[in-house]
């Protein structure tokens, strides 16, 4: 059953911050590079990279101010109901083949513009205030800025490895991912977001997060259905993590094997490998 999102003013006010600094970062890194039309993954350029966060920014703006001018994408609105984490990559390539200009300094400015919007129009609102978001899931405002915030820090991972720049994905901001925005969305229903083939178990695998930069979490799947657990429900799995390096491997960025192996996820618990079609059913695009 769906429950209402739990945000606290600490973590409302982190999440603004981090939105604004972790912005900051982006546009320098950007400014620096002299090759936009460098790869940064298999299939997108620097600019193609910040073409697509300019559609994230732009697209929650509109979501935030109804008067926002909408994405120029057809039959956008009626397809993104039915998206699974799967199928957002269809998507980001539908909205990239509409947006064509690839001109670092209009797009980063764009992108400025709309994050200034966004911090300035919700500085009054609740943070806890669901909003609908991919897959017909539901997500709180904290939880857009969170999520715009690990965009950020992902992508920009993305650019600086393959500029050969510096990059930070500091510990407090890479946490809101999981914290505020994740945790969130399975508390208020996330809809078909994580529709997939996996035979649903009657066991429940129940797996406890740990981190210095967060409160213990523990979330179950229990017949293809993932929640958020009472605290003090005895876990297969704990997992202790760093955010940074959590994100980077849900995103497919870093192997789970690497990850483990650098000391960034530790497993510890009676049944350790029940982590494994855990992660099968609770995943992200990659």
Known sequence: MAT???ISP??????????EQATARFVRL???VDRPDTMVTAHWSVADTVAHLVSVAWWYATKLDPDHPPLPIPGLGAQLPTVTVDTIADVNDLILRHLTDRSPRPLLDRFQADVDKILRITADRRPDELLSWFGDARAPLAGLFA???NELLVHGWDIARATGRP???????AVLFFEVF?????????????????SPRERPITVEFRSAYCTDITLVLHRGVVTVAAPGTPPDVRVRFDPAALNLMLFGRVSRVRTVLAGKLALRGPRPWLLFPFLRVLRAPS
């Open 4 to 6: 209402t999102a739990t």
């Open 10 to 19: 600490k973590q409302w006010q982190r999440a603004r911050e981090a939105l």
């Open 30 to 32: 950007v400014e620096t």
């Open 147 to 149: 999520h715009l915030v």
């Open 167 to 173: 990059w930070k994905m500091p510990g407090s901001e």
């Open 182 to 198: 994740l945790v969130n969305v399975l508390r208020a229903g996330y809809g078909h977001l994580l529709d997939n083939d996996e």
